[in-house]
């Protein structure tokens, strides 16, 4: 079952961020957190995701009792890990939390590059270099005064 959906999730480019299986009201929910690198998620995506996993779980006879099934974006809250995650959010608001000389810091400001080592930040005040051996998390910050310069997903 796990392999199905791997496959259906590969054959369109998504990359699983998260799965849980946890208790529902009546019966276990099967919630996938997905995502993809060039574009952000629709609706349509999630819906279309959905109907083709259901089907495997359905096939499977996993939950003879029925299961309840949530296919969606990891969305704002969810802590960007890898380099592809930070390439969606170039010229958006980051609050990056990194170390730096064995001290944690937070800083906040626009993603102006990315590459293979590290990422540029600029703040306020000025632009910082911040390699990702020494990054602890960062997070997408809902920018209310920003002017789209690009049209991302």
Known sequence: MAKEIDEVLNL???????????????????????DLEDRFITIDDCAGLSKRIGEILDRSGCFPRG????????????????????????????????????????????????????????TAKSEINILFKNLDHAKSVIDWHRHPSKKVG
């Not at 609050?95 to 626009?110: C, D, L, P, S």
């Open 12 to 34: 369109e480019n998504f990359h699983l961020v998260d799965a849980k299986v946890g208790t529902g009201s009546r019966v276990p929910l099967v919630k996938l957190l997905v």
């Open 67 to 122: 299961y309840r099934l949530e296919v969606s974006s990891p969305g704002m809250s969810h802590h960007l890990r890898e380099s592809w995650e930070f390439r969606k959010h170039l010229d958006r608001k980051l609050r990056i939390y990194y170390t730096e000389k064995e001290q944690m810091k937070e800083v906040e400001g626009h993603l102006l590059e990315i590459d293979s080592e590290g990422l540029v930040l600029k």
